[in-house]
């Protein structure tokens, strides 16, 4: 009677491990709230007919998606700026963004960097330089401490400019091989953000951003904005060339390391203006991320960054 009564407590523990648990469900899956107000995006281009990208196919992205490139400047122009009405942009920092003249009803920051300095200083004191950006000697395969790009910092510095500095990733997937003309000089071994360092001992007063956020160098990241609090970062590219739960894990990490007030929106639109809407909806359907954080990365972050008066705050947000 004794083996027969242990036999069945015995059956009853097992068919109690054997119950199904209860499905966990990953927080980046739960329904979340949605961002609907202002937007600032700190990485767009305005393109001039004839540059490479116009036309071109953007091949299958991490997250399985193709785009189709404009097929001109005008289309680039025209559906950059119906993005922008759609999603509440308000503003942006905009590479050349002086050829777009009058007809974005926001704000435009004109953006420019490849030059030689005398010629961004004039720039400058005409009014038609707002941030250094982006900074891209990555894809000539220079790193960022190298002599020649000194004087650009020195010159940001003394200007009292943002500077957006491009690292990695950036241009099309595999583009070192599908455009070896224009993007064959990139490396991963220079894409470490860590050749910022002496950049930023050198320049302590300078305001950086660093383009596509460094990933995936992400623990390198983390160790220059806690050494250097003038380290911002914007999420272009990753936000909609990553698949989602890997574009999670990186905002992520960032976040739970403390730096959620430095994570600014940017989208790199490049020649697929649709990727706007990509990029936004990946950072909504994050479902880790507050509505409060939402707000941080696509506005808050970024007016501060800029040093946006509390009345240009209020006109934003009114809208």
């Not at 007809?103 to 961004?120: Q, Y």
């Not at 003309?181 to 951003?209: C, K, S, W």
């Not at 991320?289 to 509390?310: G, V």
């Amino acid at each position: 009677m004794k083996k027969f009564t242990l036999f069945l407590v015995v059956l009853l523990l097992l068919s109690c491990n054997t119950t199904p648990k209860e499905n966990k469900i990953n927080p980046a899956d739960k329904p979340t709230t949605t961002y609907s107000g202002p937007i600032i995006d700190m990485h767009i281009h305005a393109f001039a007919d004839g540059n490479p990208l116009i036309g071109f196919e953007h091949p299958e992205t991490l997250r399985g998606e193709v785009y189709e490139g404009v097929k001109s400047a005008a289309e680039q122009k025209d559906k950059t700026l119906e993005a922008f009405q759609t999603h509440k942009i308000v503003m942006a920092v905009v590479t050349n963004g002086q050829s777009w003249g009058e007809d974005f009803s926001g704000e435009i920051l004109i953006g420019a960097a490849n030059r030689d300095v005398e010629s961004l200083r004039k720039q400058f004191e005409e009014g038609h330089l707002q941030v250094m950006a982006e900074m891209a000697p990555f894809y000539g395969g220079v790193l960022a401490d190298d002599p020649s790009q000194i004087p650009y910092f020195a010159l940001a510095e003394e200007l009292d400019i943002p500077v957006g500095f491009h690292i990695f990733p950036g241009g099309p997937n595999y583009g070192i091989h599908l455009m070896p003309e224009m993007l064959g000089a990139m490396r991963t071994y220079n894409a470490n953000p860590q050749q910022l360092e002496d950049v930023l001992v050198a320049f302590p007063n300078l305001r950086l951003y660093i383009m596509h956020g460094g990933w995936p160098y992400v623990e390198d990241v983390k160790a220059l904005m806690y050494a250097h609090p003038n380290v911002y970062v914007d999420i272009a590219v990753v936000n909609w060339i990553l698949p989602q739960e890997e574009f999670n894990k990186y905002l992520r990490t960032l976040i739970d390391a403390g730096f959620g007030d430095r994570i600014m929106y940017g989208t790199d639109q490049m020649a697929w203006p649709q990727v706007i809407s990509t990029g936004i909806e990946s950072v909504n359907n994050a479902g880790f991320l507050t509505l409060e954080q939402k707000s941080a990365i696509f506005y808050d972050n970024a007016a501060r960054f800029l040093r946006l008066t509390e009345e240009e705050i209020q006109k934003h947000k009114s809208r």
